[in-house]
């Protein structure tokens, strides 16, 4: 059995770190192996690696006594620092290699989308240098050190991994005049090497006329796998972005695999609008969020799924999954795309509480810093195009989740309230479902619980 190797570490300072005071003696069995032992000490070896200069290093053997002399490993704290909190850059002496970060567990590529800075630009430790885009996300790469950007190692629009390296940073300051003057000749190197190809290539089709047929079908077999309209003036063709590819095939995989229908009713918002007017001020004063429209609704969708579980559930294969938690997505539009953020255990939450959280969403979609965990998930998503002025639609399910609440823009309509005609701040409510678990009189009663909650607030305190 192998014992505990300690070590002393020194790291330059009047108190060192310690991490041990001297190698234990550590008796072998008869059952180590001269393999095991030298197992451990290569593993010794490797693990002092990147940490410093080891010194006096014991030896195992096979049936002896580990040395005594102590063991000390000499730390340097810059570089420890750069392995355990810049794990996404290697070292090598002057020059840092900025690396693709981990991008997430269900994410195994992205694309190169911008650099933010150039060769020669300085930057800081932290400060972003690159932007990749996911299919739900984008990532900023963050430079590991401080210094002047050497090289770029990749172009934008390519498509990179996680380990991946994309730039070398240089810590010495000099680099500034260097950075350029190789950029510039790189940039300048292949427009002339294309001239003298193009040369050389000119009396090869004189000499020999027939390698040119070759060439002709591989650009032929290219075009048919990707359908192309044919070009027009005052046309420019763009690429889809990754989150973009990705909400269309989820939405189009949404389409082909649910059983959509949408069922519709109009809600009267008077009296969400009075208790929004008449606590406005003391709602900020207290919990330092304003008081929206959207918390009303969370609440109510989240009452409604209590009352009709059903809606809450979704398909799985042969089996129909309950579950026992609330989970409210928040459709958000951005000019990158479409995001969902999700308030999880919203069935636990005050209004205050869900107005906090949703302005945290909403500024984090805007600046592109919402990360993946943040919009896993949900078993209820809510669509507010009303703040587009959308007065009607039709919500598409967002898998895997089994309906999509859609609200709209409220209008002054005419009313019939007791008996006389009167104007209401009216809305149109949408209920998109998956009609293979949730039949149309579910539906119809979880959009009426809506619809009672936000015309009565008053329902949730007394839970009628």
């Not at 020194?10 to 192996?33: D, E, N």
């Not at 390698?211 to 690429?239: D, G």
Request: glycine fraction near 6%; include cysteine.
């Amino acid at each position: 059995m192998l014992g505990v190797i300690r070590r002393r570490v020194a790291s330059g300072s009047p108190s060192p770190w310690l991490l041990g005071q001297s190698v234990q003696k550590i008796r072998s069995g008869p059952s180590l192996s001269a393999r095991a032992s030298s197992i451990v000490e290569k593993e010794i070896a490797f693990r002092s690696g990147g940490c410093g200069f080891v010194r006096n290093f014991s030896h195992m053997t096979h049936g002896c006594w580990i040395n005594s002399k102590p063991v000390r490993v000499v730390f340097h704290p810059e570089a420890t620092m750069r392995a355990w909190g810049r794990s996404f850059s290697s070292d090598s002496g002057d020059t840092v290699d900025v690396v693709v970060p981990p991008l997430a567990e269900s994410i195994s590529d992205g694309t190169l989308a911008t650099f933010l800075k150039r060769p020669g630009d300085r930057v800081n430790v932290d400060e972003p240098i690159a932007q990749i885009e996911t299919d739900k996300v984008t990532i900023d790469v963050s430079s590991p050190e401080s210094g002047v950007i050497l090289k770029l190692l990749a172009n934008e629009g390519d498509t990179v991994e996680p380990g991946n390296k994309i730039a070398i940073i240089s810590r010495s300051a000099d680099a500034t005049h260097v950075a350029p003057s190789e950029t510039t000749s790189e940039k300048a190197a292949p427009k002339p090497t294309q001239k003298v190809t193009e040369e050389k290539k000119a009396p090869k089709v004189e000499t020999a006329p027939a390698t040119e047929k070759p060439k002709a079908p591989p650009s032929t077999l290219k075009s048919p796998t990707e359908p192309q309209l044919p070009p027009k003036e005052r046309e420019r063709r763009v690429p889809m972005t990754r989150l973009r590819k990705r909400v269309a095939t989820r939405l189009k995989d949404s389409q082909n695999t649910f059983a959509m229908l949408t069922t519709f009713n109009e809600v009267d918002m008077t009296n969400l609008m009075k208790l929004r007017a008449d606590y406005k001020d003391a709602f900020v004063e207290k919990h330092g969020v304003k008081l929206g429209l959207m918390s009303g609704f969370v609440k109510a969708a989240v009452n409604a799924l209590q009352y009709q579980p059903i809606v809450n559930a979704v398909i799985d294969g042969d089996d129909i999954i309950y579950r026992d938690y609330i989970d409210i997505s928040i459709a958000v539009g951005t000019p990158k795309g479409l995001v969902v953020p999700v308030i999880r255990n919203a069935d636990t939450m005050n209004f205050a509480d869900i107005e906090k959280q949703i302005n945290a969403f909403a500024k984090k979609a805007n600046d592109g810093s919402l990360s993946i965990d943040e919009m896993a998930g949900g078993t209820l998503t809510i669509s507010n195009g009303g703040v587009y002025g959308s007065l009607l639609s039709t919500p598409i399910i967002n898998p895997p989740q089994s309906a999509i609440l859609g609200m709209h823009s409220i209008v002054s309509r005419p009313t019939v309230v007791g008996g006389n005609i009167v104007p209401r701040p009216m809305m149109y409510v949408a209920l998109t479902y998956d009609h293979r678990i949730i039949d149309g009189r579910e539906a119809v009663f979880f959009l009426r619980r809506i619809k009672d909650i936000v015309e009565d607030p008053r329902r949730l305190l007394l839970d009628i």
